[in-house]
């Protein structure tokens, strides 16, 4: 039978359950999908309640191993589920069931929520699974363009809006050029290898003589991920998209997509490509340290909020793929690391903006923010604790994610990366203390900014901010499921 004929053939009811957990997040997506067709608007919050329900379920049923069994793999090889892959999908999950915490209530706020925009994180969050378990070049695809094309009609929700109808211009005229950058790469590595599959290319690459086909592939693939992680030079779409995304889908498509960013990297690159690696770690050096400049340089001048997040997110990505320069086990354990903490500090990030606007007011300008601790100690100090993680202040989470990844450099040989990663983390912690001083150390503005009256947001971003300290403490545990991850 042929590798097309096994990938054609009809699977096995035992064959699909390490598939356990995606089958029930699409069998339960579309149920919920169907469902808000007969709920009126007054009652709209099931489908968002359910909505969250759903993900803690998938994220627990991973979480106990439901499926797991001793079959690693389903679909003749395309779909893998492996320790990294589990937890991975945990981290998804959770972090987008937090996004639809802050998602509902700012949207039904301002008129623009509709029952599929749960759909559509769920179903993001499928093609997310996808993409951590893929096994083959056509499940990093499938997984990747069902994630995109939610994200898309997500960013262009309140279509009403030019910039947000802007913004969902950009990211898919952009996204669709990266989609086919990557495609063409794998296009490329197919006629290279004869295989779509990825321990089978891994085999080839091992021993082929002329690699140059293979390289060409390796390169456009590069730019394609790069593309999809915001890396520069190819974050042109992301500044424009954070800023005129509603914030709180902003804050779901700058957190748990990056997790599913990593794997396909680890998937592609760390796996598929990884007899290669003496040429696509310079790349990874190379794009690390572009990220850094461009990213911390630009978003020292920025007065809005969330293009200066957005700025920096450049900037971290940057940090994850110091780890994937460093290479090996370690390498990868530490880029893992810093794509958990960061997605967590994004959610944060994003979070204080969703909790501190309300309806005809953004709180997405800086200089909203003066004197807030004289009016708002206590959200002052969430916020504060935010921009510290993300500075690297220790013992905030960011500052161990920051140091895993600068060593992984170090023990692969690119003791220059790691000093270029100092020195912009110094620069980079400037514009997050420029938000502290902000708060603390200027005279109050205008009209008054505080809080929501919203226990359930208030309360979310409390405990999403206090974990970034309580996780800086307790960091060790995180660190070794990433690092068993690659044992």
Known sequence: MTTMQATLAMPAASELVPLIPELTLAGLGFLL????????????????VLSVLVLLLIAAMIATGVGAGDEASALSGMFVRDTMADVVKVGACVISAIALLFIWPDLRERGIYKGE???????????????????????????L????????????????????????????VLG????????????????????????????VAMGVEQPMLLLAGVVFMTAGVSFKFGAAPFHMWLPDVYHGAPTPITLFIS???????????VRLFGFGTAP??????????????????VGNLIALVQTNLKRMLAYSTVSHVGFIFLGFAGGGAEGYASAMFYAIAYALMATAAFGAIVVMARR????????????????????????????????????FLGFWAKLAVLRAAIDGDMLWLAIVGIVFAVIGAYYYLHVMKVMYFDEPEGEPIQ???????????AVNALALLVLGVFWNPIMAWCQASFV
């Not at 929700?157 to 898919?172: C, G, M, Q, V």
């Not at 809080?451 to 971003?461: I, K, L, S, W, Y």
């Open 33 to 48: 999908l169907m469902l808000d067709l007969f709920v009126s608007d007054a009652r709209r919050g099931i489908t968002h």
């Open 360 to 395: 005809g007011f953004e709180a997405d300008q800086i200089a909203d923010y003066k004197g807030l601790n004289a009016r708002d100690p206590w959200s002052a100090a969430m916020i504060l604790c935010v921009m510290a993680s993300l500075a690297g202040v220790p013992p």
């Open 117 to 143: 925009v749960s759909v559509l994180v769920l179903f993001a969050v499928l093609g997310m699974m996808l993409l951590i378990s893929a096994g083959s070049l056509v499940m990093v695809y499938l997984g």
């Open 176 to 203: 669709a050029l990266a989609s086919g950058l990557l495609l063409y790469g794998m296009s490329l590595v197919y006629g290279a290898t004869g295989s779509l599959d990825l321990a089978t290319i891994r085999g």
């Open 255 to 265: 957190s748990a997509p990056k997790l599913a960013a990593f794997a396909m990297v």
């Open 276 to 293: 290669l690696a003496e040429h696509w770690q310079p790349l990874m050096a190379v794009l690390a340290t572009l990220s850094l400049v």
């Open 451 to 461: 809080a929501r009256d919203n226990g359930v947001m208030r309360f979310t971003f």
């Open 145 to 172: 363009e069902l994630l995109a094309l939610s994200s898309y009609a997500l960013v262009a929700i309140d279509r009403d809006n030019p910039l947000a109808s802007e913004a969902a211009i950009k990211y898919f």
